[in-house]
DNA sequence: CTTATTGCAAAAGTTTTGCACTATA
DNA sequence: TATAGTGCAAAACTTTTGCAATAAG
């Protein structure tokens, strides 16, 4: 049901915009294709990026990773960890899933779930705010952390 | 509708797990009852508490907001701007509000719901997941933005 | 007297920035 | 040849930690 971008279509968003697609961003881009449905820490894309763009810089991924995220290629989430996480962006479908934060082993699983669209209008109409983005995440304990006692 | 916490209960929370409430524990104390509903910034609770106690140091400040924390007399809050914020937590209540956060003016308001408990069991039917907490946010333009063409 | 707690400074960790160099239109 | 983009190193910033000094039971 997603809609995954293609590199063609990323490299043509970029051009749009006065980008070039230079190898390193080439590098960071095929990274985050080569691992859609994970949440990649900015480290984890330099070191994979590294293995496309061996000469690649820590700040050229951090410099990449806004750009992409300002073109709303890239989706950035923050686990309240002091890091950040990001993953391609799935248009619209990404709007309704919801991340389960085990507390246990920190494995990161997703819900998908439209529930939210009703309250985003219940907002909207009551307090006169106007939503562009949410973020709604769920902290407990997975099965097998459960079986193990540790939740 | 709030359970305020006061003072003297939370001195009995911090002694009920052998821990002191000691002059600065106090003035952290005593800045976050003086700012309810308010989300502080860990360099705001420093700065404030200096009036109650001027030696304090912000490791302190720091280790006390962990133990307030873990005891569940404070919530943290995140909003992804790489800071942390406290609030006085409000028991049972605090659990369905959610935050409006402005992208234009960075403004803050709160937003009461129950809608979540909903999800809630879905999610813990659907995914075994065990959900202890969650944090939902809502990013777009307060009415003032709106007006002001920021939105 | 024994342990908890503190302040300070240093360290750790992520992210940003300055700048000279390089690649590209 | 202008300009965009890069790597490196330094800086910025929040948070954590080691440790000697202090306070409290």
Partial sequence: MDKQQSFEEIQERLE?????L????AAVVKVL??????????EEIFLLAKEFAPDIGLA???RTLEILE?????NRFDYGDGQSRYEMGRD???HYHHHLICLGCGAVSEFEDDLLEMLEDKIASKCQFKIVDHSLRFF???KKCQMNNRG
Avoid: F, K, M, S
């Avoid at 294709?33 to 900015?42: F, Q």
């Fill in 33 to 42: 294709l080569d691992h859609t449905h994970t949440h990649l820490r900015t």
């Fill in 22 to 25: 230079t190898p390193q961003r």
């Fill in 140 to 142: 407990g304990y997975c």
């Fill in 70 to 74: 300002r073109l709303n290629i890239i």
């Fill in 60 to 62: 050229t991924v951090y």
């Fill in 16 to 20: 749009a915009n006065d980008l070039r």
């Fill in 92 to 94: 619209t479908e990404e």
